[in-house]
């Protein structure tokens, strides 16, 4: 897979680079800085030209960013990212550079300047990458710079080389202007799932699991041809430092050794999010004679806590059907204490009729969309039945359980789930007509 990180894809590039020494720790090159070069443009001024295509820059413009990435480690290749400021960068940029041990020449923190007249700027995946072009297929694509013309263009400051600051940011503040550029996560930990397993296969690009004590998550993205491959990921909890990668709307975080991996404290508890409650139950089903898409379904929280729906659903058993039908997912939603939530299968007629929002909106043929014989269960996050509508395997037409062309509205002496149905708990007529003789939203 074509990722920021350009690994080596074919073996003989690693015979090539290691056959004449004993290792990669080479003397670094004689200094050759330059003072005579300004930049005259910004990162977004550069992503301005770009128009739907690969395009060759013509207009002599410059512009200057901080080394954030290394390929010393071996979890980089062919690759350099900048970001314009050493401190609280604004966006970053990745050239592609066919120059193996580039972190000799383009240490980390070092100030760089690119002469961009003759490059090429393209887009892959929503990210923005200058280099080179290649064609695959007919289609022009941004590639490695040769190595006989990356001095052309990429010249090293002669200002000192800087200890840059990473941005700390949680997973919930990842954003696109971020990307390339160097990032801290604090307390994050790998996955349950992964410990025991090591930072990547062998000669293959691996992705490893971070996340946080909240359950949010974002892949580490391992180079199986680095110095760490073969090390076990750490098990505890702590600060993880790296160049933050995107392909779309997907983020990734690449290390550039094992030094920017600090975990020393406790591992997260586990996070018990997924609750039950009988105090949640189905308060208004709604199938209005006068109009099909004023349908709704309408729950209840009699706590006096703000209770979250993670987990929690509803299911439909339509006529006498004993299995289920059709189901709504309540995960992301809460409910507030004392309060209601509405489902509706149609948002727009919802809204016309009732004069507001729904909470909700779910399909045609959902647990919202009744025509007033069917069954319901609302079941919790562990699957235990909290409260029940109609006798299940038993079309409710003629029953004490049909609300056809009408409601069924739960008694206000009502304040906990019945897994078991109990017409005394309710009152249903038949035929209303909506919006006049329906009430969701509202329990009084």
Known sequence: MNRKINFVTAIILVLMQF????????????????????????????????VDQTLQIQEDLIIEGYVVSSDEAGNFFSVLHIQDKKVNPIEGFQIEIDKRDSHLFYPLGSKIYIKLKGLYLGRSRGVFKLGATFTSFGNVSVGRLPASVVDQHIFV??????????????????????????????SLEIIDEELGETFALENEETERTLTDCNDNEILLLNSGFSDFQKEFLPEGNGTVTG?????????????????????TQ????????????????????????????????????????V???????????????????????????????????????NAEEFEKVYDFVPDLVVGTNSPADSNGDDNFELVDPFGTVIDVFGVIGEDGTGTNHEFENGRALRNLNILAGNSNYTSDEWTIDRPLEAPDDFTPGIRN
Do not use: M
């Open 243 to 263: 160049v933050l990668l995107r392909e779309n709307d997907n983020y990734f975080l690449a290390v550039r050794s094992l030094a920017d991996i600090d975990f």
């Open 157 to 186: 400051s002669c200002e000192s080389g800087v200890s840059l600051q990473p941005a700390e940011i949680s997973i919930l503040d990842l954003r696109e202007d971020l990307t390339n550029t160097l990032v801290q996560f604090n």
């Open 307 to 345: 209770l979250s729906l993670k987990g929690w659903k509803l299911h439909r058993y339509t006529n006498n059907n004993t299995e289920i039908s059709s189901t709504i997912d309540f995960s992301g939603y809460a409910i507030t204490a004392n309060g209601t939530l509405v489902i509706s299968p």
């Open 266 to 305: 406790e591992r997260c508890e586990d996070l018990v999010d997924e609750f039950t409650s009988t105090n949640i139950f189905i308060s208004e089903l709604a199938d209005p004679e006068n109009n099909p898409g004023a349908r709704f379904v309408e729950l209840f929280n009699s706590n006096s806590d």
């Open 19 to 50: 056959s004449c020494v004993k290792d990669k720790n080479f003397d670094a090159p004689e200094s050759n800085c330059t003072e005579a070069l300004t930049a005259n443009a910004t990162y977004s001024e550069i992503k301005n030209l770009y």
